[in-house]
């Protein structure tokens, strides 16, 4: 079985959890449009290939899936998976399993402000969500919200940045400031030149940070959920992290992985104030915190082994265990030898290597 997994980015433990499932039947195929991304280096083959906004993006994959017989497909980049789900036929047209959701689900998913109503029609609690900065002023003049106020790019990963208001003068700076670095981003060219509502505001809710995996069979049906509490953060990613299971947060995440039918796992974050759950967020993939469920008895990588070979019963790779204690470390990978390059123009794999770095 070959297992292909598209921006791997930094996903080292991925890779090195789904090798350790595979052993010496099948590969890990790796692409990355940048050859120093250190996930490459523990791929047993790792492709550069272009970024996921040219044009010959899609056809380099799936020459690719066809050319090295791929079996499973896993997307890693919230900026794809609209675009993986929408050509879902075209790759499983090659024989791959394609391990993505609905484009639906996707859209409510990246939108931020959809992903708000979707848990406001669920009655499930979230913090107050305004597009309109209007809006907010009138909403904390009518002492309905109150400083601080959270600033947002409404699609896309927090990977731009979060702004935080106190008050009004600060407000519209942020906002002014938030939608500059919005227009330079790569989340500019999902909106053309409109760029009306592409700022979310929100109410900013104090208490401890969870995340939870939920996980759904590859019909989009529940089987379950696995919370962490956050100890530390670095770099937008949980860093330390406390195991937990807890009947209440199990019963939302439930209600939302029933509702949302997503494909696979699915990362969440929510927040705990006042005895409340306050869901925030909805990443339909694996997320940074995957690492944290895998150690304390979570094994997705022999869970999807399983389904896509057909076995229902995977009571045998779940033992997640209560009050266990992670902390990420970081270790330094050699890259960029043996880094293939795929060429849409003649439909070959090439062997490269890096040059060393000049003085």
Not at 148 to 160: A, C, D, E, Y
Not at 237 to 251: C, G, P, Q, S, Y
């Amino acid at each position: 079985m070959n297992i292909l997994f598209t921006c791997a980015g930094r996903r080292n433990y991925l890779i090195e959890h789904f090798k350790g499932e595979l052993g010496d039947n099948g590969k890990i195929i790796a692409l990355d449009n940048d050859v120093t991304a250190p996930a490459l280096a523990d791929a047993d083959v790792a492709i550069e290939v272009p970024r996921l906004d040219h044009a010959d993006y899609l056809s380099v994959l799936n020459d690719i899936i066809k050319d090295y017989k791929v079996d499973m497909v896993i997307p890693l980049n919230d900026l794809e998976l609209l675009l993986m789900s929408e050509n879902k036929a075209l790759f499983e047209e090659s024989g791959a399993k394609l391990i993505v959701s609905d484009s639906d689900v996707i859209s409510f998913c990246a939108d931020k402000w959809k992903t708000y109503n979707f848990f406001k029609d669920l009655h499930i609690a979230t913090p107050l969500s305004y597009l309109k900065i209007a809006d907010v002023v009138e909403a904390i003049s009518k002492k309905v919200l109150s400083y601080p106020v959270i600033l947002k790019p409404r699609w896309g990963s927090g990977s731009i940045g979060i702004e935080e208001a106190y008050n009004e003068e600060e407000l519209y700076l942020a906002y002014k400031l938030l939608l500059t670095k919005i227009k330079k981003s790569v989340i500019a060219n999902m909106h053309g030149a409109d760029f009306e509502d592409t700022v979310i505001f929100q109410q900013k809710i104090g208490g401890q940070e969870y995340g939870v995996d939920i996980l759904n069979d590859f019909n989009g049906k529940y089987y379950g959920s696995f919370v962490r509490k956050k100890l530390a953060m670095r770099a937008g990613e949980t860093d330390k992290a406390l195991t937990v299971i807890d009947a209440k947060f199990l019963a939302v995440s439930k209600k939302v992985g029933e509702a949302t039918k997503h494909i696979g796992i699915m990362d969440c974050d929510f927040f705990v104030a006042d005895n409340e759950v306050y869901f925030l967020e909805m990443n339909p993939r694996f997320g940074g915190g995957y690492p944290f469920s895998h150690e304390a008895g979570v094994n997705i990588p022999a869970i999807y082994l399983a389904w896509w070979a057909g076995q229902s019963d995977i009571s045998k790779h779940i033992n997640y265990r209560a009050g266990q204690i992670f902390s990420k470390c970081s270790r330094i990978v050699k890259v960029g030898e043996q880094i293939h390059v795929h060429s849409n123009t003649n439909n070959v794999t090439e062997e490269m290597s890096v040059p060393p770095a000049k003085n």
